[in-house]
């Protein structure tokens, strides 16, 4: 039998079953022995989709503005959840490809979008992604989030306004991490023109900009990565048509003022101090949905979701 783990609480006031809703809060709840932690405010209905019979174990799922339709979560038979993901990517993949990875994506997308991923989080057969992320040598060949991945979709304001520029256009956008506890996040910038013209008119041109940070797991949330900046650094790859790689890179070090801040902190009472929970220390991203191709993350601030794609390199 389908097991479809919901709440509600039926509200009997002459009316319909359908009109029955439930809010369900954020803390982590057990639903038939699985547990799922719930991000968002629900509403739940036992109002059937149309074309469909509905029974008690069938539930609409609503966010506060957007209804998302049924979802089913079946921990006895993964293959159905699996079934699910694979339309749900499907999905996404399509709206990436419409809306040029988010940049050009108009409300109703990324509302669409949004109602996807917020499905998958439901269904995320991964519930302890920053395992290994530290980098300790005992479970260094079992990371799950050990790879290249290539962005497809975002709705971050500080990534889509890049896409604003008239001079420069972001190409491809990776985070790499193949040596963790090291996570690298890469935007490749090429000019404006290239994307209007062809390269007999404008020969190719590319500049790499590369973010690092070292990630680390966090206390209380298997699926919270924390991350500290240590570096950035502009490497120009190709000129029109040259490869100028072998040209030194602007780079700016971010670990001095960590360092120096370490020496000072066992000498000043009640900054040099650990918590024994740092799940809430600012500077991290929740993994909201990751399997063998796909990883979905939530970052803390300035927010928004990015979706990437594993791959194979990095290369320009």
Same mark, same amino acid.
């Given at each position: 039998?389908?097991?479809?783990?919901?709440? +509600? #609480?039926?509200?009997?006031?002459?009316? %319909?079953?359908? &009109?029955?809703? %439930?809010?369900?809060?954020?803390?982590? #709840?057990?639903?038939?022995?699985?547990?799922?932690?719930?991000?968002? #405010?629900?509403?739940?209905?036992?109002?059937?989709?149309?074309?469909?019979?509905?029974?008690?174990?069938?539930?609409?799922?609503?966010?506060?503005?957007?209804?998302?339709?049924?979802?089913?979560?079946?921990?006895?038979?993964?293959?159905?959840?699996?079934?699910?993901?694979?339309?749900?990517? *499907?999905?996404?993949?399509?709206?990436?490809?419409?809306?040029?990875?988010?940049?050009?994506?108009?409300?109703?997308?990324?509302?669409?979008?949004?109602?996807?991923?917020? /499905?998958?989080?439901?269904?995320?057969?991964?519930?302890?992604?920053? *395992?290994?992320?530290?980098?300790? +040598?005992?479970?260094?060949?079992?990371?799950?989030?050990?790879?290249?991945?290539?962005?497809?979709?975002?709705?971050?304001?500080? !990534? $889509?306004?890049?896409? +604003?520029?008239?001079?420069?256009?972001?190409?491809?956008?990776?985070? $790499?991490?193949?040596?963790?506890?090291?996570?690298?996040?890469?935007?490749?910038?090429?000019?404006?023109?290239?994307?209007?013209?062809?390269? #007999?008119?404008?020969?190719?041109?590319?500049?790499?900009?590369?973010?690092?940070?070292?990630?680390?797991?966090?206390?209380?949330? &298997?699926?919270? @990565?924390?991350? @500290?900046?240590?570096? !950035?650094? !502009?490497?120009?790859? =190709?000129?029109?048509?040259? /490869?100028?790689?072998?040209?030194?890179?602007?780079?700016?070090?971010?670990?001095?003022?960590?360092?120096?801040?370490?020496?000072?902190?066992?000498?000043?009472?009640?900054?040099?101090?650990?918590?024994?929970?740092?799940? =809430? /220390?600012?500077?991290?991203?929740? @993994?909201?949905?990751?399997?063998? =191709?796909?990883?979905?993350?939530?970052?803390?601030?300035?927010?928004? @979701?990015?979706?990437?794609? /594993?791959?194979?390199?990095?290369?320009?």
């Amino acid at each position: 039998m389908r097991l479809i783990f919901v709440a +509600a #609480s039926i509200v009997l006031s002459g009316k %319909c079953p359908a &009109a029955a809703f %439930c809010s369900l809060s954020s803390a982590r #709840s057990n639903y038939g022995g699985f547990a799922i932690k719930n991000r968002f #405010s629900y509403k739940i209905t036992l109002n059937p989709l149309s074309g469909r019979e509905g029974n008690d174990d069938d539930a609409i799922m609503v966010s506060n503005k957007e209804n998302l339709g049924y979802i089913e979560v079946d921990p006895i038979e993964p293959s159905r959840n699996a079934q699910q993901a694979e339309l749900l990517k *499907r999905d996404l993949y399509q709206l990436a490809a419409s809306y040029d990875r988010g940049f050009s994506a108009t409300p109703r997308a990324r509302q669409e979008a949004s109602r996807i991923i917020q /499905k998958l989080a439901l269904i995320n057969p991964t519930k302890d992604a920053s *395992r290994g992320i530290d980098g300790a +040598a005992d479970v260094r060949a079992d990371v799950p989030l050990r790879a290249v991945w290539r962005m497809i979709w975002t709705s971050a304001l500080d !990534v $889509v306004s890049l896409g +604003a520029s008239p001079l420069a256009a972001p190409s491809a956008i990776y985070q $790499v991490i193949t040596d963790p506890p090291i996570a690298k996040n890469i935007i490749d910038f090429i000019p404006r023109a290239q994307t209007l013209f062809p390269s #007999s008119i404008t020969p190719p041109s590319l500049l790499r900009a590369e973010v690092t940070t070292r990630a680390s797991s966090r206390k209380g949330n &298997a699926n919270r @990565v924390g991350l @500290v900046f240590e570096g !950035v650094k !502009v490497q120009p790859i =190709e000129f029109m048509g040259n /490869k100028v790689d072998n040209l030194p890179p602007l780079s700016i070090d971010l670990t001095w003022p960590r360092n120096m801040f370490d020496q000072v902190a066992p000498y000043v009472p009640g900054i040099g101090s650990n918590s024994s929970d740092d799940t =809430e /220390k600012p500077g991290y991203f929740d @993994v909201e949905y990751l399997d063998d =191709e796909l990883l979905v993350i939530r970052q803390q601030a300035p927010g928004g @979701v990015f979706a990437l794609i /594993k791959v194979d390199n990095f290369d320009p």
